[in-house]
């Protein structure tokens, strides 16, 4: 797998570029709206095109799943990407956003890279290899209790059906952590998560890119993840509750109560 995951990370800062170059001047790039709370730039699709084109030189046969483009058919070799997540983020000028590649084989995750170019952080994972930040290998936090803990999320602006029930989970985790952050890239949150930046994280209702690359970067950093049912259903269901072991069971005795059946 290495030379695909140095192919991903070829890729992701390719991309990088491309993203670092737009940036002073994101307000002024057209904004096309895909749905609710849902937007894309030129950027998007221009980053997007590029990961395609690199991925596609050297893998032409494989398949592709991209949050712009959709599916491109292949063989049973699929690349996850999300050219710039956090495109809200990139709009605005708010500094928190990165480009997600993983690669899955018959669906099973086999690389995860998650890269930031505006830190120059380049996270990276291969199922059963671990855990990268640049040069440095990652572990989840050691953190036993929810005492202390700092937790990551989203919130579910696409879906306001559930926000009822997020904001039950809401409530639960803010009286027994020591806070929760919201800053707008679950890919990026993820790779936190697995450098123990935070200690946990949830969300309703993400896409398969969102999360894809950040769940194997968590799994290889030795933590856990499951969608609201406790099993691993999340890249289907899009809901995901992810930890070190112990933060995840902890995490998810709060969030279970409040999980309706529109969520399982």
Do not use: C
């Amino acid at each position: 797998m290495q030379p695909m995951l140095n192919i991903a990370v070829r890729a992701a800062r390719s991309a990088g570029e491309i993203i670092l170059r737009s940036a002073d001047k994101a307000s002024h790039l057209a904004v096309d709206s895909k749905g609710k709370n849902d937007f894309a730039t030129e950027i998007d699709r221009l980053a997007e095109k590029e990961i395609i084109s690199i991925i596609k030189a050297a893998y032409p046969e494989h398949s592709i799943l991209a949050e712009e483009s959709g599916e491109h058919a292949g063989n049973d070799f699929v690349w996850v990407i999300d050219p710039l997540d956090g495109t809200t983020n990139f709009i605005h000028g708010f500094p928190q956003y990165a480009v997600s590649i993983a690669l899955k084989y018959k669906n099973r995750i086999e690389i995860g890279v998650v890269y930031d170019p505006l830190r120059e952080e380049l996270f990276t994972a291969k199922r059963g290899g671990g855990a990268m930040l640049n040069n440095r290998r990652l572990r989840v936090t050691g953190l036993t209790s929810m005492k202390g803990a700092l937790i990551g999320t989203g919130f579910p602006f696409k879906v306001p059906q559930h926000l009822d029930a997020y904001l039950n989970m809401f409530r639960a985790i803010t009286i027994d952590s020591a806070g929760i952050r919201r800053a707008g890239s679950a890919a990026l949150d993820l790779a936190y998560l697995a450098a123990g930046r935070l200690d946990a994280f949830w969300e309703i209702e993400l896409k398969e890119w969102d999360m894809a690359a950040g769940i194997l970067l968590v799994k290889e950093a030795g933590g856990v993840a499951t969608d609201f049912s406790f099993n691993d259903n999340y890249l289907t269901s899009g809901n995901l509750i992810a930890g070190s072991p112990r933060m995840h069971q902890l995490m998810y005795q709060l969030i279970e109560p409040h999980v309706t059946p529109a969520l399982k």
